[in-house]
């Protein structure tokens, strides 16, 4: 099984007042690529996703896009869990949307994956926390 592991992105954020959205997405598609190139399947993002917990509307598509991408509509596991950057009320309502396209959104700490079958995975067994 090939894993790869990522944190803190802080998309959203801005440097000494200049907004760095350009250099998120270019990472966001470097990170797409090297995700395809690795044949990876799972993709684990664990915090910080975003600079602070009320990011711009800019971030938050950026994001979606990304992991939906990530997640070829359900044929690679992808795992979010949210850093203390983040706001786990935002990222928890995505995640009706989110579950149908492989992707689990751990919002807060005592949330339990949902267990189902996907095209290429599935989550057998899940506890809290």
Not at 41 to 65: H, M, R, T
Not at 73 to 84: T, W
Request: overall charge negative; some cysteine.
């Amino acid at each position: 099984m090939r894993i790869i592991h990522t944190s803190d992105w802080h998309l959203g954020k801005n440097l000494e007042g200049f907004s760095r959205m350009e250099e998120q997405i270019k990472f966001c598609e470097d990170f797409i690529k090297l995700v395809e190139e690795k044949n990876a399947d799972l993709v684990l993002i664990a915090g910080d996703i975003y600079d602070n917990s009320n990011p711009p509307a800019s971030a938050e598509k950026l994001f979606y896009d990304t992991i939906n991408k990530i997640s070829k509509e359900g044929r690679r596991c992808v795992f979010v869990i949210s850093g203390n950057h983040d706001n786990p009320d935002r990222l928890e309502s995505v995640i009706p949307l989110a579950i149908d396209k492989g992707i689990t959104i751990l919002s807060y700490p005592m949330s339990e994956a949902k267990k189902g079958k996907f095209d290429n995975f599935e989550v057998i067994e899940s506890k809290e926390g």
